[in-house]
């Protein structure tokens, strides 16, 4: 069973910079969105909002590891 993940917002926090924070690239945001349907309609965050935070531990090494190759060799 997977533990559950949960960043608290600071002051200012947006859905680009939670997924920045957490994963490290801001494309990732609509993971976030997704499984925090209850929080779509906030676009700034207040302090202290629980935002649960998914794990794709797999893609993302994939991710990384594809980015270390040349762009000819890439799979995308």
């Known amino acids: 069973m997977m533990k ?5 917002t600071v002051s200012g ?6 997924a920045y924070k957490v994963y490290g ?5 609509h993971r976030l969105i997704r499984n925090n349907l209850n929080l779509i309609d906030v676009s ?4 202290d909002i629980p935002v649960i ?9 994939q991710e990384i590891q594809e980015s270390k190759l040349p762009p000819w060799k890439r799979g995308k």
């Open 25 to 29: 690239n801001e494309k990732y945001f």
């Open 4 to 8: 559950t993940k949960v960043y608290r």
């Open 44 to 47: 700034i965050f207040p302090a």
């Open 53 to 61: 935070i998914p794990e794709f531990v797999e893609e993302l090494e």
């Open 13 to 18: 926090d947006t859905w680009d910079l939670i």
